[in-house]
């Protein structure tokens, strides 16, 4: 499995479409829990419109959503519609069987984010 590949974005817009909160899941009791790194970590997330930068001929091409674990806290800096930068952005190939189906996907995570000047 391919983990923590650096993903280079600097041809690339990010827009924040969702402000960053805390992660969460479903804990074994049904209830939310928050999601930690090993060493206990606190982890955010924040959702993004990562679209292509217009060429030398105007042409930019099609974004896309993405979630993106961040794992630091990124206090007030950043809000909705904020056009940001993702410090050592990587993603990890994930592959699971789920209900008798094959999914996979790209699993975004990020140091932190921070805002374009």
């Given at each position: 499995?391919?983990r923590?590949?650096?993903?280079?974005?600097?041809?690339?817009?990010?827009?924040?479409?969702?402000?960053?909160?805390?992660?969460?899941?479903?804990?074994?009791?049904?209830?939310?829990e928050v999601?930690?790194?090993?060493d206990?970590?606190?982890?955010y997330?924040?959702?993004?419109?990562?679209?292509?930068?217009?060429?030398?001929?105007?042409?930019?091409?099609?974004?896309?959503?993405?979630?993106?674990?961040l794992?630091?806290?990124?206090?007030?800096e950043?809000?909705d519609g904020?056009?940001?930068?993702?410090?050592?952005?990587?993603?990890s190939?994930?592959?699971?069987?789920?209900?008798g189906?094959?999914?996979?996907?790209?699993?975004?995570?990020?140091?932190?984010?921070?805002p374009?000047?």
């Amino acid at each position: 499995m391919l983990r923590n590949i650096p993903v280079e974005l600097s041809g690339h817009k990010v827009l924040v479409t969702e402000a960053p909160t805390v992660k969460t899941r479903e804990g074994k009791d049904g209830q939310p829990e928050v999601v930690t790194d090993r060493d206990g970590v606190t982890q955010y997330v924040v959702v993004l419109f990562v679209k292509p930068r217009p060429n030398a001929d105007g042409y930019a091409g099609k974004g896309a959503e993405i979630k993106c674990t961040l794992e630091t806290d990124p206090g007030d800096e950043v809000s909705d519609g904020d056009l940001v930068e993702l410090v050592n952005p990587r993603v990890s190939h994930w592959e699971n069987e789920i209900d008798g189906r094959q999914m996979s996907g790209l699993a975004w995570r990020a140091v932190a984010v921070k805002p374009v000047a």
